[in-house]
């Protein structure tokens, strides 16, 4: 199974900061990497595939770079409503694997 | 507009069976892979597997093969997840998701969830 990393596993930011996040895959995985983002009780929304691509109505403060084994997820801008648990995935061979998740908190 | 509808929250005692379904619509139900994804409390999200509603083709993560049932009845849109046996550790949220392709495909639109608990 293809292992993946994310760093950190949990941060403090104030509106307006920009954060970024990253994840590594144990293999290369070219760019089949997915970004999600979860709110308690609630299931996961798809923000970034392939890597850079933006899902349809996705806030374009979102983006997402890398390819090979080395990908971050950017925040341009934080606001209100993006405090959550951010996950990578990759879906270049099944199982697909999940990073262990980066909870974004209010500073 | 996609949607994937999850059957209800279940309360069973461990030994006991159970099957949770995911009716999709918006879509050609057939033409997708639905994947099942575990997330037991506090914790992240495990990919368990996939099925292919068109010929009910499974695909099973090492870490679920032989503990759970994935299924699919393509004449009313729905995907299953069944347990012949409960377990304690079984208790978590169980999403399906719809997954474009098997491999080198995104998991794009996911159920809301189905919370499962299993206690004495």
């Known amino acids: 199974d293809i292992q993946m990393t994310q760093s950190p596993s949990s941060l403090s930011a104030s509106v307006g900061d920009r954060v970024t996040i990253t994840c590594r895959a144990s293999?290369?995985?070219?760019?089949?990497l997915s970004w999600y983002q979860q709110k308690p009780g609630i299931a996961p929304k798809l923000l970034i595939y392939a890597a850079s691509s933006l899902q349809s109505g996705v806030p374009s403060r979102f983006s997402g770079s890398g390819s090979g084994t080395d990908f971050t997820l950017t925040i341009s801008s934080l606001q209100p409503e993006d405090f959550a648990t951010f996950y990578c995935?990759?879906?270049?061979?099944?199982?697909?694997?999940f990073g262990g998740g980066t909870k974004v908190e209010i500073k | 507009e996609v949607q994937l509808v999850q059957s209800g929250a279940e309360v069973k005692k461990p030994g006991e069976s159970l099957k949770i379904s995911c009716e999709g619509s918006g879509y050609i139900f057939t033409s997708f892979w639905i994947a099942w994804v575990r997330q037991m409390p506090g914790r992240g999200l495990e990919w368990m597997g996939i099925?292919?509603?068109?010929?009910?083709?499974?695909r099973y993560s090492p870490s679920f093969q032989g503990q759970v049932t994935m299924s699919a009845d393509k004449s009313i849109n729905t995907a299953y997840l069944q347990w012949s046996s409960l377990k304690a550790s079984d208790t978590a949220m169980y999403y399906c998701?719809?997954?474009?392709?098997?491999?080198?495909?995104?998991?794009?639109?996911w159920g809301q969830g189905t919370l499962v608990t299993v206690s004495s």
């Open positions: 293999q290369s995985i070219s760019n089949y």
């Open positions: 099925i292919y509603p068109d010929d009910s083709d499974v």
């Open positions: 995935q990759q879906s270049y061979s099944i199982p697909l694997t």
């Open positions: 998701a719809r997954q474009r392709g098997l491999e080198m495909a995104t998991v794009d639109y």
